[in-house]
């Protein structure tokens, strides 16, 4: 054949065929069998981030939405006491239709209603909504602003007491603000651990001194040295000169000074008033400090007043007892909580013997001890944690079988 040839019999060969368009539809049909795998995969995520949002949802009381009654149960309520240092009144949220429903203990704050205290009781009844069986108890330590070591005996017998209601052999144990501490406190005791799967700490204290501290300061450090500087809320100040009333006030002027800071504390300034003018001149010129929020005229007593009470701060503070923690531990707290402060939490972390934190998580999306406004990712985060703690509270049910 002639070179010249060549180029006339190439032309002669049929073009190649065109790639069929629909070739990628016949991968994705290849490829469909193997979808309710994947679905299945990843329901259960999907699944589980959905009903922590919609518990997030209760929590924050937004119920009119459809997404908040995703997953939700009908709830009952019961009220009942068990024995512990004294008998306690607790509430225990029934969720319906849940064979074996995850148990917990949820401990209210620093409250004077306790275990009446609205956000508490929407956080119960989401709690038990989304199927958990919820026990919360009345600590009165908590409820009349004291701080003790008392209350992590209450808080370990209402672990007890709910193992013994409701046939699992462990259950969860989750507290809110300064009770979240007392909670940790509790499940150092071998007794209570050994009936624990788990225990949440929300806005929780490592060192008690250290937050007073911080109520009269503004200012606490973390453990890596640097100091956070933000304006604590009046409330601790309160709190403090409540429980120590005799380093601020005279003999004669503690009972009345007490009941006026109580007062206070119920948020009735008019009766608050009234009842500090049945002090002495001297007791009511220092009280007037306290209704104008003056607590940096007040911190040579606090400091006095902490170093006489050291002993009972240690006592109630759950840095001293971390070491002894040996079942999961979830931490949450708000960046800008002013009343413990979120250094709090840094400090529990680094105390907590090595592989029992689970999960922690300091996050603007949250206040003290409530939802809060924060962008998308933010809240991500909190849906993820949320989902992960609903996780480990439904164990006690996995437990039961």
């Not at 290849?30 to 959905?50: K, N, R």
């Not at 108890?137 to 017998?157: C, F, T």
């Not at 220092?286 to 003056?294: G, I, N, P, T, V």
């Amino acid at each position: 054949m002639s070179p010249a040839a060549a180029p006339a019999q190439a032309a002669a060969q049929p073009a190649p065929r065109p790639v069929p368009a629909s070739r990628p539809f016949s991968r994705i049909l290849l490829a469909l069998p193997f979808l309710p795998v994947l679905l299945l995969a990843v329901a259960p995520t999907v699944y589980g981030h959905l009903r922590a949002v919609a518990a997030l949802m209760t929590i924050a009381d937004m119920p009119d939405s459809a997404l908040s009654q995703f997953d939700a149960n009908p709830v009952t309520e019961e009220l009942i006491t068990f024995a512990s240092v004294s008998p306690v009144r607790a509430r225990i949220y029934h969720p319906i239709g849940i064979a074996h429903p995850g148990a917990v203990v949820v401990v209210p704050g620093v409250h004077h209603l306790g275990m009446e205290e609205p956000r508490l009781r929407r956080f119960a009844r989401a709690l038990a909504s989304h199927g958990s069986l919820v026990l919360t108890p009345q600590v009165d330590d908590l409820a009349d602003y004291n701080i003790s070591k008392r209350s992590s005996v209450v808080i370990g017998d209402a672990v007890h007491e709910l193992a013994r209601r409701s046939g699992a052999s462990k259950v969860g144990l989750l507290g809110l603000s300064f009770a979240g501490g007392m909670a940790l406190i509790a499940a150092s005791d071998e007794a209570v651990q050994r009936q624990l799967d788990g225990v949440v700490a929300i806005g929780a204290h490592d060192d008690l001194s250290r937050v007073l501290n911080y109520f009269e300061t503004d200012e606490t450090r973390a453990p890596d040295g640097t100091v956070l500087k933000l304006k604590a809320h009046e409330y601790g100040s309160l709190v403090t000169a409540y429980s120590h009333a005799d380093a601020y006030f005279t003999p004669q002027d503690v009972p009345e000074a007490r009941i006026t800071l109580r007062t206070l504390l119920w948020e009735n300034v008019p009766a608050a008033h009234a009842e500090a003018a049945k002090l002495s001149p001297q007791g009511q010129s220092r009280m007037a400090l306290l209704f104008e929020h003056d607590t940096k005229s007040l911190v040579a007593d606090t400091h006095r007043a902490l170093a006489q009470a050291m002993p009972e701060l240690r006592a109630a503070s759950p840095h001293y007892y971390l070491g002894r923690v040996r079942v999961p531990v979830m931490l949450l707290h708000g960046s800008g909580d002013n009343v413990v402060p979120p250094t709090e939490t840094l400090w529990l972390k680094r105390d907590l013997p090595p592989g029992v934190l689970k999960e922690a998580l300091i996050s603007p999306a949250i206040g003290h001890v409530e939802v809060g406004g924060a962008g998308m990712m933010d809240k991500l985060r909190l849906i993820h944690w949320m989902k992960e703690m609903l996780d480990l509270l439904d164990a006690s049910s996995a437990q039961r079988g």
